[in-house]
């Protein structure tokens, strides 16, 4: 009995559970250095790129740094009333200073974020500036133009006082902090973001239902036909997959378009007459028909792989013992495809929730979705701070979605091919 | 209750996937109700087709199949009403064994007391009683088999098709099943119709065995006549072991014939295909029918040189060089009177005609 409970000793003497750590760690490392490369790439192309815009939505410091004097004068101020003298002259040299680096710029694009307006006054201030005389800087200044005058566009300054804000995400919802410190919404006609948040998961979801609905059938044939066949229709699902994105994005404006091929058949049929021709594209229509056709495949496949496994006999199975067709199916045959149906609708709605050039090309304006606001945040207002929280309450949805669906369905049951 | 000898009825079917070839020619059948009848043949003998048109999933192209009476081609699988087990179980994986066995029950509606009482009394014939919640990954293949079997008996189907049920267990559990599988067909009564192309399997189960080739049913008769007294060389050489002979026919009497065989010699043999004298033929002989050594007198009296020995525990097979048969099997039962078997010996064997059987030269 007692052997039993000492330390197991190899031949060498070495006790065998350091034997075998040691045989185990040389097969340890190399398993690393294989992974090395993938981690290393992720880190850079994946988890800085997205710390580094977590950190842009909330990094304020650039106005905070451009105006030190100017907030620490501010920081007396109640907001109430115009301030006083020492601000306007804090303000007056921290900007004289940001002219001289040639800077003003910068600070001229920010507080445009904030309020409209801002990079007229700052311009016409910088000309006038020259010719400024010493003391009275606030006379002065509220003399380059009426709205210096005007306590909101002051109060707007000091709202960028705090290097970091959670203002962006306010905005990304249409609130905004008021002059009170309290979150509200924005006015009715400004309430932009809300309309494109909804529509844009609206959109994911039919094409998520249309892509179901029309890649089951498609799946199931795939699975059931013999080889030969199976293979023919597996090319033309995946044919135009190898397709150039922006090539079918195209082609569907060809087909969409009122002058279209569609439209064209329409009228040669007789649906609709001639100088009544539907209008397909630049709306939501041609949003759904073209991002179903293109996630079609994403669905399909992991479809395709879970319906293989299933096995022939256990409909006939069903069958022979006495369940109809449609019992047999809808009790053995669909709850088997569930995994597949889940892979696939979660795949399918996380690439549609984010997509960006199909609605852009063939969306026209009631057919964009977020994506597309963020992009256009990214490359005109240049306001990329507001584009990256953007980006990350997107993020942030899409994983919400993955932990519901996993408490639904558990992600274990997905099976992705 | 007077059993109907008709029971299920095969009438003139013919079977074709192609439009070319048929897989099933000119197919009757009558099997008995209550009756364990096997088809047994090659893979590609059409047995499994069969089976497939009597559960519904094929039609066949030409004939009718008859179930009590009742032509069946174009009632669907669901309404026959008839149980039946697959070659890989196919249990339905993402319900529990209980749920398994109501399906059949909660689609005709029966009541959750009934389903209960009927899904016990299953379970407890194939001894898996408690298995109820387990899934059908959790069991070994042997269970999973039971319950598949149970799910095929637990509506009181009037038909039971079994297609190569045991397949895919290894050869101690197969035997064991093939007990159980017999002992339940005897206590319910159940019309079983099995398909294997497992000879011993056949054997052991059935009261009537259907030989397959070619489409065609061979020989349909009980385990005992389809080894002692095939009727062609195929159902002689598909069943068990078998020496065979070919040579022309010198000689017909009422129940003996000469045969000549390719090297020069001639036997006694009993002749069931062959007529006249001048036909070929091949003469078949159970291994276990010819005796070395023996005292009685038999009409095949032969010296053959011993070019094989080969050890079983209760049996030696020898393999014999014998009237220009190189590959003439023996089996010979351990006992101490055989210590003569040596390689390269020389031994006397023996036969009666009446166990040498003259068959179509195929």
Same mark, same amino acid.
């Given at each position: 009995m007692?052997?039993?409970?000492?330390?197991?000793?190899?031949?060498?003497?070495?006790?065998?559970?350091?034997? $075998?750590?040691?045989?185990?760690? %040389?097969?340890?490392? %190399?398993?690393?250095?294989?992974?090395?490369?993938?981690?290393?790439?992720?880190?850079?192309?994946?988890?800085?790129?997205?710390?580094?815009?977590?950190?842009?939505?909330?990094?304020?410091r650039?106005?905070?740094?451009?105006?030190?004097?100017?907030?620490?004068?501010?920081?007396?101020?109640?907001?109430?009333e115009?301030?006083?003298?020492?601000?306007?002259?804090?303000?007056?040299l921290?900007?004289? #200073?940001?002219?001289?680096? %040639?800077?003003?710029?910068?600070?001229?694009?920010?507080l445009?974020?904030?309020?409209?307006?801002?990079?007229?006054?700052?311009?016409?201030? %910088?000309?006038?500036?020259?010719?400024?005389?010493?003391?009275?800087?606030?006379?002065?200044?509220?003399?380059?133009?009426?709205?210096?005058?005007?306590?909101?566009?002051?109060?707007?300054?000091?709202?960028? +006082?705090?290097?970091?804000?959670?203002?962006?995400?306010?905005?990304?919802?249409?609130?905004?902090?008021?002059?009170?410190?309290?979150?509200?919404?924005?006015?009715?006609?400004?309430?932009?973001?809300?309309?494109?948040? $909804?529509?844009?998961?609206?959109?994911?979801?039919?094409?998520?239902?249309?892509?179901?609905?029309?890649?089951?059938?498609?799946?199931?044939?795939?699975?059931?036909?013999?080889?030969?066949?199976?293979?023919?229709?597996?090319?033309?699902?995946?044919?135009?997959?190898?397709?150039?994105?922006?090539?079918?994005?195209?082609?569907?404006?060809?087909?969409?378009?009122?002058?279209?091929?569609?439209?064209?058949?329409?009228?040669?049929?007789?649906?609709?007459?001639?100088?009544?021709?539907?209008?397909?594209?630049?709306?939501?229509?041609?949003?759904?028909?073209?991002?179903?056709?293109?996630?079609?495949?994403?669905?399909?496949?992991?479809?395709?792989?879970?319906?293989?496994?299933?096995?022939?006999?256990?409909?006939?199975?069903?069958?022979?013992?006495?369940?109809?067709?449609?019992?047999?199916?809808?009790?053995?045959?669909?709850?088997?495809?569930?995994?597949?149906?889940?892979?696939?609708?979660?795949?399918?709605?996380?690439?549609?929730?984010?997509?960006?050039?199909?609605?852009?090309?063939?969306?026209?304006?009631?057919?964009?979705?977020?994506?597309?606001?963020?992009?256009?945040?990214?490359?005109?207002? $240049?306001?990329?701070?507001?584009?990256? +929280?953007?980006?990350?309450?997107?993020?942030?949805?899409?994983?919400?979605?993955?932990?519901?669906?996993? #408490?639904?369905?558990?992600?274990?049951?997905?099976?992705?091919? | 209750?007077?059993?109907?000898?008709?029971?299920?009825?095969?009438?003139?079917?013919?079977?074709?996937?192609?439009?070319?070839?048929?897989?099933?020619?000119?197919?009757?059948?009558?099997?008995?109700? =209550? *009756?364990?009848?096997t088809?047994?043949?090659?893979?590609g @003998?059409?047995?499994?087709?069969?089976?497939?048109?009597?559960?519904?999933?094929?039609?066949?192209?030409?004939g009718?199949?008859y179930?009590?009476?009742n032509p069946?081609?174009?009632?669907?699988?669901?309404?026959?009403?008839? =149980?039946?087990?697959?070659?890989?179980?196919?249990?339905?994986?993402?319900?529990?064994?209980?749920?398994?066995?109501?399906?059949?029950?909660?689609?005709r509606?029966?009541?959750?007391?009934?389903?209960?009482?009927?899904?016990?009394?299953?379970?407890?014939?194939v001894?898996?009683?408690?298995? *109820?919640?387990?899934?059908? =990954?959790?069991?070994?293949?042997?269970?999973?088999?039971?319950?598949?079997?149970?799910?095929?008996?637990?509506?009181?189907?009037?038909?039971?098709?079994?297609?190569?049920?045991?397949?895919?267990?290894?050869?101690?559990?197969?035997?064991?099943?093939?007990? *159980?599988?017999?002992?339940?067909?005897?206590?319910?009564?159940?019309?079983?119709?099995?398909?294997?192309?497992?000879?011993?399997?056949?054997?052991?189960?059935?009261?009537?065995?259907?030989v397959?080739?070619?489409?065609?049913?061979?020989?349909?008769?009980?385990?005992?006549?389809?080894?002692?007294?095939?009727?062609?060389?195929?159902?002689?050489e598909?069943?068990?072991?078998?020496?065979?002979?070919?040579g022309?026919?010198?000689?017909?009497?009422?129940?003996?014939?000469?045969?000549?065989?390719?090297?020069?010699?001639?036997?006694?043999?009993?002749?069931?295909?062959?007529?006249?004298?001048?036909?070929?033929?091949?003469?078949?002989?159970?291994?276990?029918?010819?005796?070395?050594?023996?005292?009685? &007198?038999?009409?095949?009296?032969?010296?053959? &040189?011993?070019?094989?020995?080969?050890?079983?525990?209760?049996?030696?097979?020898?393999?014999?060089?014998?009237l220009?048969?190189?590959?003439?099997?023996?089996?010979?039962?351990?006992? @101490?009177?055989?210590?003569?078997?040596k390689?390269?010996?020389?031994?006397?064997?023996?036969?009666?005609?009446?166990?040498?059987?003259?068959?179509d030269?195929?």
């Amino acid at each position: 009995m007692s052997s039993e409970t000492q330390k197991i000793l190899t031949t060498d003497g070495i006790p065998l559970e350091e034997s $075998l750590k040691k045989a185990e760690k %040389k097969n340890k490392i %190399k398993a690393f250095l294989l992974v090395c490369p993938l981690l290393l790439f992720l880190i850079i192309t994946y988890v800085f790129p997205i710390g580094d815009m977590l950190y842009r939505s909330v990094d304020d410091r650039m106005v905070t740094d451009m105006l030190p004097k100017t907030y620490k004068a501010m920081e007396q101020w109640d907001g109430k009333e115009l301030p006083e003298e020492e601000v306007f002259e804090a303000f007056y040299l921290d900007y004289k #200073k940001l002219v001289e680096e %040639k800077t003003f710029g910068k600070l001229a694009t920010q507080l445009n974020f904030e309020k409209n307006g801002f990079k007229s006054i700052l311009k016409k201030l %910088k000309r006038k500036m020259k010719k400024f005389e010493e003391g009275n800087y606030k006379e002065q200044i509220m003399g380059v133009h009426k709205r210096w005058a005007n306590v909101e566009y002051w109060r707007a300054l000091k709202r960028r +006082a705090p290097s970091y804000t959670y203002a962006k995400y306010l905005k990304g919802i249409d609130m905004y902090e008021n002059e009170d410190g309290n979150i509200v919404q924005v006015p009715e006609d400004r309430r932009i973001h809300k309309i494109l948040w $909804l529509r844009t998961l609206e959109v994911a979801l039919f094409v998520t239902i249309f892509c179901f609905l029309m890649a089951y059938p498609i799946a199931h044939l795939l699975a059931t036909l013999p080889m030969k066949y199976s293979n023919l229709l597996m090319i033309c699902v995946l044919l135009p997959f190898w397709t150039s994105l922006l090539v079918r994005t195209a082609s569907w404006m060809i087909l969409l378009q009122q002058q279209g091929i569609v439209n064209d058949f329409f009228v040669w049929i007789g649906l609709v007459t001639d100088d009544n021709r539907p209008e397909m594209m630049y709306n939501k229509t041609g949003t759904y028909v073209a991002m179903t056709q293109i996630l079609l495949p994403f669905m399909v496949l992991p479809l395709y792989s879970v319906m293989k496994t299933i096995s022939p006999s256990l409909m006939r199975a069903g069958k022979s013992l006495g369940g109809t067709p449609f019992v047999a199916f809808w009790k053995i045959y669909f709850p088997l495809t569930i995994p597949g149906i889940g892979a696939g609708c979660l795949l399918v709605f996380i690439l549609a929730i984010g997509y960006y050039i199909t609605p852009a090309l063939v969306g026209g304006a009631s057919g964009t979705l977020i994506s597309n606001q963020i992009a256009f945040h990214m490359k005109s207002t $240049l306001d990329w701070s507001f584009a990256s +929280a953007m980006g990350l309450m997107l993020l942030t949805g899409v994983l919400a979605i993955y932990w519901v669906y996993n #408490k639904l369905v558990g992600v274990d049951n997905i099976k992705l091919g | 209750m007077s059993k109907n000898s008709e029971f299920v009825k095969f009438d003139k079917v013919d079977k074709s996937y192609d439009g070319k070839v048929l897989v099933v020619k000119d197919l009757n059948l009558d099997i008995a109700e =209550g *009756e364990f009848i096997t088809m047994l043949g090659p893979s590609g @003998s059409g047995k499994t087709t069969c089976l497939m048109m009597l559960a519904g999933f094929e039609t066949p192209t030409n004939g009718e199949i008859y179930l009590d009476k009742n032509p069946i081609s174009n009632i669907p699988p669901h309404k026959r009403g008839i =149980g039946m087990v697959f070659q890989n179980y196919a249990l339905f994986p993402h319900m529990t064994v209980y749920e398994n066995l109501a399906f059949p029950l909660r689609v005709r509606k029966i009541s959750k007391e009934d389903t209960d009482k009927k899904i016990d009394k299953a379970l407890s014939m194939v001894s898996l009683s408690g298995f *109820e919640h387990r899934m059908p =990954g959790q069991l070994s293949g042997g269970q999973q088999q039971r319950v598949a079997v149970a799910r095929a008996l637990v509506f009181d189907p009037a038909v039971v098709l079994m297609d190569e049920p045991l397949g895919a267990l290894d050869k101690n559990l197969r035997e064991s099943m093939q007990y *159980e599988i017999k002992h339940i067909h005897e206590s319910i009564g159940v019309t079983v119709v099995y398909v294997t192309h497992d000879q011993s399997e056949a054997l052991t189960m059935s009261n009537r065995i259907a030989v397959f080739n070619d489409g065609k049913v061979q020989q349909l008769s009980s385990p005992d006549k389809l080894y002692e007294e095939p009727v062609n060389s195929f159902v002689a050489e598909f069943i068990g072991e078998n020496n065979r002979f070919s040579g022309q026919v010198t000689d017909v009497s009422k129940d003996k014939c000469k045969v000549k065989l390719d090297d020069g010699s001639e036997i006694l043999a009993n002749p069931i295909t062959v007529k006249s004298s001048g036909e070929k033929t091949i003469v078949s002989l159970r291994p276990e029918r010819a005796l070395i050594n023996t005292k009685d &007198k038999m009409e095949n009296n032969f010296k053959g &040189k011993i070019e094989e020995v080969i050890y079983h525990g209760d049996h030696t097979r020898v393999r014999l060089n014998l009237l220009g048969n190189k590959d003439f099997i023996l089996k010979v039962p351990n006992s @101490s009177a055989n210590m003569d078997i040596k390689l390269g010996n020389q031994i006397n064997v023996s036969w009666n005609s009446f166990d040498a059987r003259a068959l179509d030269p195929k």
